[in-house]
């Protein structure tokens, strides 16, 4: 059930402009291309690899966004900014099975046009940490998810 590496981090800014160009002009990420949610994002990018996601937060965000993100924190400053952290891994079987025995409470989530299979889970202080796996594993294993959800 390898952690592979830090995928990326959202903050929920309350001004998704200024946050963004804070970001690329103070550390050098640079905008860079996202799915298509339905509510406003911007990805930000070192190289290649897209690190910090941002969308609009606070409490009057848009109802896609809070379905979609599971929206906790309505902060817009201080650390309740960062809505989630999210790390690529493998083995989604065995991470599955690890937290079975860890009694943990998960969420799942397909992402097609993406080719994700997520899995969400807080840890003790309420942090929402997101798993990505290929969604290739996801065959194998089809019958076992569908009892999961």
């Not at 840890?123 to 996801?138: A, C, H, Q, T």
Request: glycine share 6%; with cysteine; hydrophobic share 40%.
């Amino acid at each position: 059930m390898p952690v592979h590496h830090l995928e990326h981090f959202l903050i929920q800014p309350a001004d998704l402009e200024v946050t963004a160009a804070w970001w690329c002009d103070v550390l050098g990420l640079e905008e860079g291309p996202h799915p298509e949610f339905g509510f406003p994002v911007k990805w930000l990018y070192i190289g290649e690899k897209d690190v910090v996601h941002l969308s609009p937060g606070g409490p009057d965000v848009a109802e896609k966004r809070k379905r979609y993100l599971g929206q906790q924190s309505t902060d817009v400053v201080g650390t309740g900014v960062v809505d989630h952290v999210a790390f690529r891994c493998t083995d989604l079987q065995h991470m599955l099975a690890h937290l079975r025995e860890k009694k943990i409470d998960v969420k799942h989530r397909r992402v097609n046009d993406q080719a994700l299979y997520q899995l969400f889970l807080l840890d003790p202080n309420g942090v929402k940490v997101e798993l990505n796996f290929d969604v290739d594993e996801v065959i194998s294993i089809e019958e076992e998810l569908l009892l999961e959800n």
